[in-house]
């Protein structure tokens, strides 16, 4: 909600203005108190989804994807996230020979994840079944 007091405005309609992050409308907002039109979205991420081209057998809302592993992360916006999963899922590798991994970090609408130059590690654990 926005609370005006001695004549001040806010002006939303600038491009790049944060009033979809605070759930309002690009608009010029003069009224003494103003509820946004539509939700706050701050935390848009439920999940980390953590992807690898080279398995198959996952599946996400009963459709077929490349994660391995997901999580919310526990850390507040900003903080170092360290993740370790507690219980390990082997999934069948789709190749006889690995020469290469491409990974990647999503959210639930796969949406690649902006880490903003972080340095990122993710080990994976292979064995033989």
């Given at each position: 909600m926005l609370i005006l007091e001695n004549n001040y405005h806010v002006d939303f309609r600038p491009?790049?203005?944060i009033c979809s992050l605070l759930g309002f409308n690009h608009d010029l907002y003069t009224s003494d108190y103003q509820e946004s039109e539509n939700p706050v979205n701050i935390?848009?991420?439920n999940s980390?989804?953590?992807n690898i081209d080279i398995i198959s057998g996952s599946y996400l809302n009963g459709q077929r994807n490349?994660?391995?592993y997901?999580?919310?992360p526990a850390v507040s916006p900003g903080y170092k996230?360290?993740?370790t999963p507690a219980n390990l899922v082997y999934l069948p590798i789709t190749l006889d020979s690995i020469y290469s991994i491409e990974t990647?970090?999503?959210d639930l609408n796969g949406q690649q994840l902006?880490?903003?130059?972080e340095n990122v590690t993710i080990r994976f654990h292979v064995r033989e079944i």
């Open positions: 491009d790049h203005s935390l848009s991420v980390v989804l953590v490349p994660t391995i997901s999580f919310f996230i360290i993740e990647s970090l999503t902006n880490l903003r130059g």
